[in-house]
Structure formats: C-alpha cells, structure tokens
C-alpha cells in the first residue's frame, strides 16, 4: 500500500494562507509517482469527507470543491503534492488528507473518496482568530 505523509497543517487566521504538503513513500510506489492522481480530502467534526481538490495524474486539470480559492500541484521530482490554501475561512477547520489513485491511464476522476485507494494519516487546520 502507498504510504502518504501529510504536513503543513496548523492553526491560522481568518483571512490567512496555508500551504499542506503531501509526500509520497519511494520504498511504497508500485508504480511510478508521475502515474498516480491525487486529491486533498477534509472532514470537519459531525460531517462527512469531502473533496476539496483532486489533480489528474498528467497535472492537465484539477476538480473539487475549492477549485478557484485553493490550487493543486504535483512535483514528480520530489514525489509530493501540494495544495495551496488561501483567504481561509473559519469553515475550513477540519482535518486534511490526502490521497492517491491510480488507473494505469491517464482519467479525470471525480473528486469523491470511493475513486481513491491509498490516504495518509492527515493533518489538522485550524481557522480562527
């Protein structure tokens, strides 16, 4: 199974940015890094995960609920995705993670947890003043 590590959580004010990191353990692909597609998952206190931002594997587009206010990256060189969190809002407190999936093509997958096979432990943000 593909080991994630998530980081760059933490508590924020309103207004403030955020930038989580998501690496990928070498010793763990089956596959090579540039052939998974991931998405940045949250889920808040007495509510159900959902999907923030999800990056196809060839990083030719991105869905989600934040696309707009938040962006997506993927570095092949450094096996690590990102997701740039800005103008954050009390209602993005919640637990981020991330996840990775792979089809053996290149698909755009919605971004839903069921489509994703492999999470990391994740991290927490916290909005507030």
């Known amino acids: 199974q593909l080991q994630l590590v998530e980081s760059g959580g933490g508590l924020v004010q309103p207004g403030g940015s955020l930038r989580l990191s998501c690496t990928a353990s070498?010793?763990?692909?089956?596959?090579?890094?540039?052939?998974?597609?991931f998405g940045w998952f949250r889920q808040a206190p007495g509510k159900e995960r959902e999907g923030v931002l999800c990056?196809?594997?060839?990083?030719?587009n991105t869905n989600g609920a934040e696309k707009g206010r938040f962006t997506i990256s993927k570095d092949n060189a450094k096996n690590t995705v990102y997701l740039q969190m800005n103008n954050l809002k009390p209602e993005d407190t919640a637990v981020y993670y991330c996840?990775?999936?792979?089809?053996?093509?290149?698909?755009?997958?919605?971004?839903?947890?069921?489509?994703?096979?492999?999470w990391g432990q994740g991290t927490q943000v916290t909005v507030s003043s």
């Open positions: 990056i196809k594997s060839d990083s030719s």
């Open positions: 070498e010793h763990t692909l089956e596959h090579t890094f540039e052939g998974y597609r």
């Open positions: 996840a990775a999936g792979y089809d053996g093509i290149v698909l755009f997958r919605p971004c839903e947890a069921s489509y994703f096979s492999d």
